[in-house]
Structure formats: structure tokens, C-alpha cells
């Protein structure tokens, strides 16, 4: 609490016998009528600038001695209002959007400073690994053609191996696989495995290994005949500050999504481990689905029909190495889902499945389990 | 979030080089003009093909990673090294076609910038997009490479080409 000792002000529409007492200080704005508060912008500048009262020992709000801010609008009534309202309990809201408002600060200025460090690093690694190249890599293709294939060896196919050696030292360090799904459940794991993976994409994209398919070809369209091209030419409505502004953003959108999905992923993880609509085990005989607990989800058209749940699927795998655990017992000459979920494609199955106990679903959209609920026909 | 997105923006950008909008372009776009309407309908087929590529693609990357798990859990094959036999095959591949290797957008570049005569011809692009989902599956499988941007792939970058050489 501070403890302040203001001076009464006085105008034509307020009381002035208030006295002060110590207490905390409040902004208050009952209004005068219009043409006083106009009369009120000719108090000094620290005078207008916000009434101050003392709140303790006053019996009536009505009567404070306040003289109104510089606002000419008619609802200043209702600000007044709810600023007597907000300073009891709007202290803890501001403080939590501030906090919020400080987080986000700190997670965008976090993501460009590591998108700049994993760019530093692959320059870094790709220096390292060919000093010889051409620095300008649109002429890759035709410097690394022309090279003789004892000069091509070390040079071609050194750095992909080398690179795919610190990945695999990495990826044991980490206990096995980079990947969240497939990490230890040992919360050292969960906290490295980012780190780690980071530095197995800068290793990856310095040593050369192309991953994904930068390759954007000629165009979607090609150009019209005969005329030639103009790299460095856009003819495009977009301005190079749009584009480049949105490219930005685009990217920083992606990452700041992928951040929120890992931490929610992160998140339920460890909250629901299993959700309780999955059925571990068959139920008993007894039981009916109309009796109580939640409804078989499993349902033939629930099965079909319905799409797993967010966050069921954000616990998927982010490999297709895991998918390939997971598909272990897919029959190769049906690419129908055993447990009656439906195709990996999507299309509802026409077979019945062929259940095994120990089976688990192969499609990747179908997360349910072996056995199945009773009731719940294939 | 937006929030955090502008300032990861801005941070990246001024971390990356120059202001935003005051760099180059990553990605150097030779200008289009649209001949005639009669190209629209073919950029249906663009798509579909795109689609038929991506959905090979990742046929081939599930086929990768089962072959990999199988050569992990029943080959014997130790996992630390899975990563260091993917590098080695796409290596071997870069010897045949080193715009597998990444560059950056070097390659897109060199190949939007190679015009009509830069040595791009259309069963090579066609070669080198066939290399570069097979390098990217062995990656993806072994888990060298453990992210999956697909913009587009080489392979109809010459589809212009083609259709004009038939009077199209």
C-alpha cells in the first residue's frame, strides 16, 4: 500500500471538504456535466492528468473530489466505473497477460535467434566439409559433374557418410532415436532430444544431404517460349518486401505452431497416458455399453466416420520409422486396416478383420488397440 | 502466438541478413506471363501429378523404414549405423546426380536459371527427381533426415518444354 497524502482539488462540481487521508492512491473519474469538464482543461497539466483520491475514509464515491481527465467522450462514466472495478480484482489479469505477453516475447525472440544459430551452423558445417566448392550454389551441379571420380569420392561421398556417422553417434546418445515418440520415457531424454536434433539437421544439411526436396524445378509454369530468364526478376504482383515478409512470417508461423504442438504433445503425454475410452482389455460379458461410462467409440460407424482425436494424434509418430513399428503385421496383399478402421487411404474396410489378441492397428489415422470392445462390430 | 511470430520474424531476419524485404530472393522466379487460357486446364494436371509423386513418395519412404527396421531388429544390423548407410547410398547417388546433395536453393536456382540451353534437359530432371525421392526416403527411413518439406519436384518442371515441342 502506498501511503499518499494528496491536496483536495477543488472545482465548481466537487467537493472540496474531503480530507485526505494516507492510503492507496486511485484514479476515479465521476464526470462532471459537459461543459465543466471543458472549463477542467484549463487546470494545470498535472492537475489534468488524473484525479487522485485517497480511498480510505471516504464515505460516498459520489462526493470524491475528482477532477476529470481530458476526455471529452460520454462515456467516460462507464471507464470511470470500471476502473473502481477493475482495481480490486484486475491486478492479478493484468499481471497474468503481462506474463503471457513477456512469454510470447520470449519464445518469437527465441525462435529467431535459433533459426539464425542452426543457419550459422549448417554454413559452418557445409565450409567445413567442402572448402573447394564453389561459393556460389547454383554452379554445384555442374562443378560436381565435371569432377574426375577419384576427385568426386572424397568429396561426394565422404561428407553424407560422415554425417550420417554423427547422426547415429547422436541418436545413441539420445537413447536410441531422435524422434519424441520413440525417445525413453526419461525426462533428460525429453529435454535433450530437441537440442540433439537440431544438431543432427545442422550436421545433415552441412554435409550436403538433401532430406527434403528443395528442388522447386523450372516454375510451376513455364516461361513463354523463347524468352529468356532473369533470375534475379520477379513478375509477380508481390513486392519483394511482401514476399520476403511473408516468407518470414510463414516460417516463424510454422515453427511457433510446431513449438506448441511439441509442448501440448509434451503435455498430454504425460497427462493421459492412456485415454480411458481405449479399451485395454476385453470387457466382460455383463457389461453393457448403454449402462453407463462413456460409448464404445469403436462403433463401425464411429470407426469409419470419425477422425481420431487432436491429441491422440499429436502423440503419433513423427517418423515413418514408427509407422513402420506399428505396421509390422500388415498383411502385403491387403492394405486393409485389421482392426476395421479402414484403410490407411481412408476407405472403410468390406472384410471383417482378422483379429489377432496381440495385433495392433496398422493404419496411421486408426489408434485403436486389439482386442476391440464387445458390441462393436468389424 | 502472432506475436511471438512477428518477433521470430523480425529476429530471424535481421540474424539472417539485412531487413526484412531487403534481401535477395532464396528462390529466383523467372517471370510468367500467361500465353492463353488454354494452360489452365493443364495446371490440373500439374497437380495431380504433384499428388501422384508426393503419394509415391511416401510409399517409398514407409518402404524404406520398414526395410530399415527390418534390417535393424531382424538383420542384426546395429542402429547407430543406419544413419551412416543412408549417407553412403545417397552419397553413392550424388555421384550420379549431385543435385540429390542439399545447397540451399542452389539447385532450384540453377535449374530456373538454366533456360532452354542450360544443360537441364527433360529426362534429366525427370532422373533427378526419381534420385531425390529415393535419396529422401533412405533418410527419412534410417532417420538421417527428420524433416519433410515438399515444395515441388523437378519432375514437371519441364512439362513447358514439353508441350511446347508439340506445338501445344
Given at each position: 500500500m502506498q501511503t499518499t497524502t494528496t491536496k483536495p482539488l477543488r472545482s465548481r462540481w466537487s467537493s472540496p471538504a474531503v480530507s485526505p487521508s494516507p492510503g492507496s492512491i486511485r484514479i476515479s473519474a465521476p464526470l462532471p456535466p459537459r461543459a465543466s469538464r471543458r472549463s477542467h482543461r484549463r487546470l494545470p497539466a498535472p492537475t489534468r492528468l488524473a484525479s487522485v483520491r485517497a480511498l480510505d475514509g471516504l464515505p460516498d464515491s459520489s462526493k470524491l473530489p475528482t477532477i476529470s481527465s481530458s476526455s471529452d467522450d460520454d462515456d467516460d462514466d462507464d471507464d470511470a466505473r470500471g476502473d473502481e472495478n477493475d482495481a480490486d480484482g484486475g491486478d492479478s489479469s493484468n499481471s497474468s497477460e503481462v506474463a503471457v505477453l513477456l512469454a510470447a516475447c520470449g519464445v518469437g525472440i527465441a525462435t529467431g535467434l535459433g533459426v539464425v544459430l542452426l543457419n550459422d551452423a549448417v554454413d559452418a558445417v557445409r565450409a567445413l566439409a567442402w572448402s573447394g566448392a564453389p561459393l556460389e550454389a547454383t554452379d554445384w551441379g555442374r562443378w560436381a559433374r565435371s569432377l574426375p571420380l577419384e576427385a568426386a569420392l572424397p568429396l561426394v561421398l565422404l561428407p553424407p557418410t560422415a554425417a550420417g556417422l554423427a547422426v547415429g553417434a547422436l541418436r545413441a546418445a539420445a537413447g536410441g532415436s531422435l524422434d519424441d515418440s520413440q525417445a525413453s520415457s526419461g525426462s533428460g531424454i525429453k529435454l535433450k532430444a530437441p537440442l540433439?536434433?537440431?544438431?543432427?539437421?545442422?550436421?545433415?544439411?552441412?554435409?550436403?544431404?538433401?532430406?527434403?526436396?528443395?528442388?522447386?524445378?523450372?516454375?510451376?509454369?513455364?516461361?513463354?517460349?523463347?524468352?529468356?530468364?532473369?533470375?534475379?526478376?520477379?513478375?509477380?504482383?508481390?513486392?519483394?518486401?511482401?514476399?520476403?515478409?511473408?516468407?518470414?512470417?510463414?516460417?516463424?508461423?510454422?515453427?511457433?505452431?510446431?513449438?506448441?504442438?511439441?509442448?501440448?504433445?509434451?503435455?498430454?503425454?504425460?497427462?493421459?497416458?492412456?485415454?480411458?475410452?481405449?479399451?485395454?482389455?476385453?470387457?466382460?460379458?455383463?457389461?453393457?455399453?448403454?449402462?453407463?461410462?462413456?460409448?464404445?467409440?469403436?462403433?463401425?460407424?464411429?470407426?469409419?466416420?470419425?477422425?481420431?482425436?487432436?491429441?491422440?494424434?499429436?502423440?503419433?509418430?513423427?517418423?515413418?520409422?514408427?509407422?513402420?513399428?506399428?505396421?509390422?503385421?500388415?498383411?502385403?496383399?491387403?492394405?486393409?486396416?485389421?482392426?476395421?478402421?479402414?484403410?490407411?487411404?481412408?476407405?472403410?474396410?468390406?472384410?471383417?478383420?482378422?483379429?489377432s489378441p496381440s495385433r495392433r492397428c496398422c493404419s496411421p489415422r486408426c489408434w485403436r488397440r486389439w482386442p476391440r470392445p464387445r458390441g462393436s462390430a468389424a | 502466438m502472432l506475436l511471438a511470430a512477428v518477433l521470430a520474424a523480425l529476429a530471424s531476419s535481421s540474424g539472417l541478413g539485412g531487413l526484412i524485404g531487403l534481401g535477395p530472393p532464396r528462390v529466383a522466379v523467372p517471370p510468367y506471363a500467361l500465353p492463353s487460357a488454354a494452360e489452365l486446364p493443364l495446371a490440373l494436371g500439374l497437380g495431380a501429378l504433384c499428388g501422384g509423386v508426393a503419394r509415391g513418395a511416401r510409399r517409398a519412404e514407409r518402404a524404406a523404414a520398414a526395410a530399415a527396421l527390418a534390417a535393424e531388429e531382424e538383420g542384426g544390423f546395429p542402429a547407430p549405423l543406419l544413419p551412416a548407410a543412408a549417407g553412403l547410398l545417397t552419397g553413392a547417388l550424388a555421384l550420379l546426380y549431385p543435385e540429390v546433395l542439399y545447397q540451399g536453393f542452389g539447385n532450384v536456382n540453377a535449374v530456373l536459371a538454366a533456360g532452354d540451353d542450360g544443360g537441364y534437359g527433360p529426362s534429366l530432371l525427370f532422373q533427378i527427381a526419381a534420385a531425390k525421392v529415393a535419396a529422401t526416403a533412405l533418410c527419412r527411413g534410417a532417420e538421417f533426415f527428420l524433416c519433410w518439406v515438399f515444395l515441388c519436384p523437378s519432375l514437371l518442371s519441364r512439362r513447358g518444354k514439353v508441350f511446347r515441342r508439340r506445338d501445344f
Open positions: 540433439l536434433r537440431a544438431a543432427a539437421a545442422a550436421l545433415s544439411l552441412g554435409k550436403l544431404v538433401e532430406g527434403s526436396f528443395f528442388f522447386l524445378g523450372r516454375g510451376i509454369f513455364p516461361s513463354p517460349l523463347g524468352e529468356k530468364t532473369h533470375p534475379s526478376c520477379l513478375d509477380f504482383s508481390l513486392s519483394d518486401l511482401s514476399r520476403s515478409l511473408a516468407r518470414s512470417l510463414s516460417r516463424s508461423l510454422s515453427l511457433s505452431l510446431s513449438l506448441s504442438l511439441a509442448l501440448s504433445t509434451h503435455t498430454h503425454t504425460h497427462q493421459a497416458a492412456e485415454p480411458p475410452w481405449v479399451p485395454r482389455a476385453r470387457p466382460s460379458t455383463s457389461a453393457s455399453p448403454s449402462r453407463g461410462g462413456p460409448p464404445p467409440p469403436s462403433s463401425p460407424k464411429a470407426g469409419r466416420g470419425s477422425p481420431s482425436p487432436f491429441w491422440r494424434r499429436a502423440r503419433g509418430p513423427a517418423s515413418p520409422r514408427a509407422s513402420a513399428r506399428r505396421c509390422r503385421g500388415r498383411s502385403s496383399r491387403s492394405r486393409r486396416c485389421s482392426c476395421g478402421g479402414g484403410r490407411a487411404g481412408g476407405r472403410a474396410p468390406r472384410t471383417p478383420p482378422r483379429a | -
